[in-house]
Each structure stands twice: as structure tokens, then as C-alpha cells.
């Protein structure tokens, strides 16, 4: 019976936006940020959504992140672009160079796009979308905090490496998947440590390096790679090709840097962007149809392609609105009157 | 007491060269899938070594693979190589455009290589080993034939889909992965079916879409993808990325165009080359000696690097020659003697 009225997209995105001009975010970083947080609850990844903005103004409050940094794009006319954050958010940074990355990518098939030295927390299936949306193929990861042990080791030494790939489609949704290298999210195992629950077999071992299924010991442990052996050698590709080749943090210089994981880990990123026109050309096939084909013969065996209910879920916020609980309502209205001072 | 002598790398590659001349294939064509084949053996890599002989001896014999095949390099100067195997195998096509793949990825951070129209058998830890060599890190992927089904799904529609990367060390070996995006091989499905054992959980379903452990009944169904719904992801962006992008096979119209699985399937493949100085060199950082850290890291924690066992093998093999079976003697004999009327 309390159940308030849906908000729509953009009243949401202007309103998170306000929060962050509040806190002191520079405007157009406020509106980049802004925009990725928007897209996540739009999108009902509830843990990419409006929870992000606490830990966003957290890392503000502890004056660990530039509010005020102007992205700065380096562009050499090679085939890797640079940004860098300058210790700001990641999403002004991707947005500040994407054009160059699109523009270059058109033009040689392949660019890369490095962002240096940024505060890193949203997903990057929004980044891959983003490029999609130009016509192109994507790959994007990073680092994260140290969590996940190597495979056949024991210790916390690779994060939980996001990696996500985007594929054009032609009037449709594009291929897109957005995967963490653990097998489970560190908030899933805190969400259980919170009800007092037990973590399923294969998620994790104790500090001993035992296999545990209790998720403080778990916390206080290590992560386990997906897929085993196989998820550890692409998370350690992760870290070597979006930290060590970068020059950037690997996972853990980010949480010796932070000295702790409260606050949002500070690190680089890599995306490379392929334009599947340019790979073609020289076949006569048209790219995008023949992804269809693959696509379709999924969709056809009645499988589920990754980011389907997200897609759907953002079919139906853009029509009806977004719905926030009371809880969430009263957390933005906080945060926008009171600025940072709402985290005391 | 009926152990032959050992055999030296260089004899073996001067025999399998041989070989593969009396079979018809172009003197450079012989030398380079000999290098492949013998390296395989050499790093105790059974699966990838003179196992492979036949089977490519096979396709020649059924004339679905080109002997005299000059592969066509088309550089345009922009990120992307071309070259064109001209439906021979992939090896000799890798050699005629890495020295341009080096040097392009050198002056501009990062380039492609693209290989159209070739037969593929190869483990691709030897490409992505000959550019760690040339200080480059790089990703390697190719389709292969359609025997597993994508998450969700039921029926063989993705290949086992290979992912290869390597990243270059100072004075060690480089940093190589090569996985199958398959939980497994499907020569150990063979294997089983062979010796009649059962399968493990987890590998296959039968051709209702349903578990199975029965060797039989998976060769007839579908295996299933390493890492659930996040390999059959991995695998799906392979497909996409090194068959639709390029314009040539996916996994599916591979086997389509073979008819049956008896001889080596002919699609492209994908390298995605990258020069770690490049991409560092504004950091300030070593990018290799940063890997390092990590690296040794992992290993200081007792967990062993891929590839790790194939080195000490290769070490093995080149300071006391390569053991082989009397069999296995006997059938390179055969193969010298005969070519393709061994197989008869």
C-alpha cells in the first residue's frame, strides 16, 4: 500500500546528478556518472544501480577521488589512445575519449583505448553498449582488489577481474556479456554473511586455504576463480593486460594503495575496439548477418543470450518507469539535500 | 629392453619435414607444419605432436587441403594484416605474416592478424609463444568444429573453440595459456568411448539434451562448455570474433562444409597482437618487470603457471632427445616411405 509511484529514467538521471553536484563533482563528471549508475537500475542490476551512489560519495568524503579532474585525452594517432582520469571517476574519462577510440577504430580496424589512474565502479557491459551502439566489437576489463586466490595457490592476489564483450546487432539488442573471473560476486558472500547463511561448496577457502562454505571465513580467505584452472589464467591475463601493460595498479597495489576495501579501488583500464566492417571487408559477408546466424541458432535452442533480462528489464523502465522502494526513495532525498554530510 | 633411443628435436623436424614433402606438400608448407608438429612433441604435448601426422595427411589425401599453397599477405598499413592461406594450413600462413604482425604491432601498440580460408590443427600456444618472443603480448582464437551446445541450449552448435595468450618475461619462459572453451578435450571423450569407461559429470549431454556419463551418447549429443554460462559466453565471442567478424567458418558451417568430422575443419583465425612498451611507456613503469611481481607472486604461493610442465618437458627434450615408442617409429617410417599410401 506504500508502494510509491514509478520514477521515470530521466527524472532518476537528474536527480542523481544533483546528488553529485551536491557532493561536488564537477558538472560533467556528475552528469557521466550519473548516466552509468542510471543505466544499471534502469537496467534492474540492482547492484550497479542507486547502491552505487553511497559508495561513490563515501570515497568523495574520504578525499580518495578527484571531483573536479578533467579527463585528459592523449592521442598520438596510433592505435592506443589514452585518458587519463587524474584520479577521478572512470565514466567522464570513457566518455572524454570515446569518440577518439570510435573515429580511430573506423579508420585502422583496431584501437585500443587506455584509462589511467581512475576510481573504478561500474559495469562494463555500459562501455561495450556504448560502442556497440557505433558498430563495433568490444572488450573491456580491469583490475579490482585483491580477493581471488590463483588457482592450486591459497592467498588473495588477483580481483575479481571484470571482463565484457559487446557485439553489434542490427536492429536488436547487441551480444553482450559482462562477467566477473570469481565465481561469485564478494557481495553475494556478504549478503550471506549477513543472514547468517552458509556460501555453496567451490566459492571460496579460510585463510588456511581450506575450503570453506563459511562466508566470514570466506571474507577473511580467499575468492575461487570460475571455471578453476581456466578462470584463473584469464583473470591473470586481466591483470597482466589491464594493470602490469598499462602501468597501471593490478589488484593488489590497489588495495595496498587504498590500505583496505571500504572505499572504491583506484586502477586503469583497457578496452579494445574492433570494427567487424573493416575485418570483413576483403570475405564480401556482411559481418553482422553472419552473427546473426550464431545468435538466432542460440535463441533458437530456447538458450537465454547474457544481458536478455537486463534488456527486458530496460524495455520495461523506459515504459513504466523505475520502481524504488520507500527505503531508496528516502536515501536520494538525503543525499540531495544534505550532500556528503548524509554519510555521518 | 625394447625402449628405442631418443630422438633429437632436429632429427625428428628433419623427418617430419621429409614427410610431409613425399606427401606433396611446397618445401616451405612441409617445413612449417613440420616446426608446429615437432614442437608439440618436443613439450610432451602428445595431442598437438606427430599424433597430428596422420590426421593431416588424411586431408591432403581427401584433397580438401591445398599442398602448394603460397599464402598471400595483404598489409594495407592499417591495424589489421591479412593473409590468405589459400586453403592450406594455418602454419605457413602464420610465418609469411609475423615479421609484419611484429613490426606493425610495434609502431602502433597493437595490430591484428587475420588468417582467411586455412586448415587448422595446430595448438595456438605456438603463435602466441613466437610473439612473446618478440617482446609482444597477444590473444589467439579460432572456431573449430560445432560439438558443444551453449548454456541453456542442448544441441553442438559452438566449437571447442580455443583461446590462446602470452605475455613475454625476462630471461624465462613467457606467460602462455591455451584453453579449450569445452570442459573437455573431445579426444578424451574418445579416449573413454575406446577404453569403455564413463565420462566424468559435467562434460556432455546426450542427444535428448539430457546428462549423460555414456562416451557413446555425448559423441552423439553435445559437450558442454568449461565455467557453465560464462565459458559458453567466452566460447560465443570466439565465434564471433575469429568466424563472423572475418567472414570466414563458424564453428558450425565448418563442419557443414567438411561433412563430418573425420578431417580437420577449415575456417580463419584471430591474433590480437600487443606491444607492452607501447601501452606503458607514458607510465613511467616497466610493463614486463611489473607481470613480474604478479608472476612470481603466483608461483610463491606454490601454484603452478600454465605451461608450466610443457617447459620442463621442452627442457627435457632438448638437452636428451625426444623418447619415442617403437610404434610410433614404425609409423613415421611408413609415412616416409609410402606419404599418402600409408593410409590406405
New interface residues.
Given amino acids: 500500500m506504500d508502494q510509491p509511484d514509478p520514477v521515470s529514467v530521466e527524472a532518476l538521471l537528474a536527480r542523481v546528478e544533483r546528488i553529485f553536484v551536491k557532493a561536488g563533482l564537477r558538472a560533467e563528471n556528475a552528469r557521466d556518472v550519473a548516466r552509468v549508475i542510471v543505466a544499471g537500475e534502469r537496467d534492474n542490476c540492482k547492484s550497479h544501480g542507486i547502491y552505487r551512489i553511497e559508495g561513490c560519495l563515501r570515497v568523495l568524503a574520504a578525499g580518495k577521488v578527484s571531483p573536479d579532474a578533467v579527463p585528459q585525452l592523449?592521442d598520438q594517432g596510433?592505435?592506443?589512445i589514452?585518458v587519463d582520469a587524474g584520479g577521478g571517476f572512470s565514466n567522464p574519462a570513457f566518455y572524454a575519449a570515446k569518440n577518439a577510440l570510435v573515429d580511430r577504430t573506423r579508420?585502422?580496424?583496431?584501437?585500443?583505448l587506455?584509462i589511467?589512474d581512475c576510481l573504478h565502479f561500474s559495469a562494463l557491459w555500459h562501455d561495450v553498449e556504448a560502442l556497440a551502439q557505433h558498430g563495433l566489437?568490444s572488450l573491456s576489463m580491469c583490475p579490482s582488489y585483491a580477493f581471488v586466490?590463483?588457482?592450486?595457490?591459497?592467498?588473495p592476489?588477483l580481483g575479481t577481474n571484470p571482463f565484457a564483450?559487446g557485439?553489434p546487432r542490427k536492429g536488436d539488442d547487441p551480444?553482450v556479456?559482462d562477467?566477473a573471473t570469481s565465481v561469485a560476486a564478494r557481495g553475494e558472500i556478504e549478503l550471506h554473511r549477513r543472514a547468517g547463511t552458509p556460501i555453496p561448496e567451490g566459492w571460496a577457502m579460510d585463510g588456511d586455504g581450506n575450503p570453506t562454505t563459511d562466508p566470514e571465513a570466506a571474507l577473511d580467505g580467499a575468492m575461487l576463480t570460475?571455471?578453476?584452472?581456466?578462470?584463473s589464467?584469464?583473470s591473470?591475463?586481466i591483470?597482466?593486460?589491464s594493470?602490469?601493460?598499462?602501468?597501471?595498479f593490478?589488484s593488489?597495489e590497489a588495495l595496498d594503495f587504498m590500505g583496505g576495501t571500504d572505499l572504491l579501488p583506484r586502477h586503469g583500464a583497457l578496452v579494445?575496439a574492433?570494427d567487424?566492417q573493416?575485418?570483413?571487408a576483403?570475405?564480401?559477408?556482411?559481418?553482422?548477418a553472419?552473427?546473426e546466424?550464431?545468435?538466432s541458432?542460440?535463441a533458437g535452442?530456447?538458450?537465454?543470450l547474457?544481458s536478455q533480462r537486463r534488456f527486458q528489464a530496460r524495455a520495461r523502465s523506459l515504459r513504466d518507469g523505475i520502481l524504488l522502494t520507500r527505503a531508496e526513495l528516502d536515501q536520494l532525498d538525503r543525499f540531495e539535500r544534505l550532500g556528503l554530510a548524509a554519510l555521518t
Avoid: N
Fill in positions: 592523449v596510433k592505435s592506443v589514452e579508420s585502422t580496424g583496431l584501437a585500443a587506455v589511467r566489437a586466490a590463483p588457482a592450486g595457490g591459497t592467498q592476489l564483450f557485439w551480444y556479456f562477467i570460475f571455471g578453476g584452472h581456466k578462470g589464467a584469464i591473470t591475463m591483470e597482466l593486460l594493470g602490469a601493460m598499462l602501468g597501471e593490478m593488489k579494445l574492433m567487424p573493416v575485418f570483413a576483403r570475405s564480401g559477408r556482411d559481418p553482422i553472419q552473427g546466424m550464431l545468435l541458432a542460440i535452442q530456447g538458450a537465454r547474457p
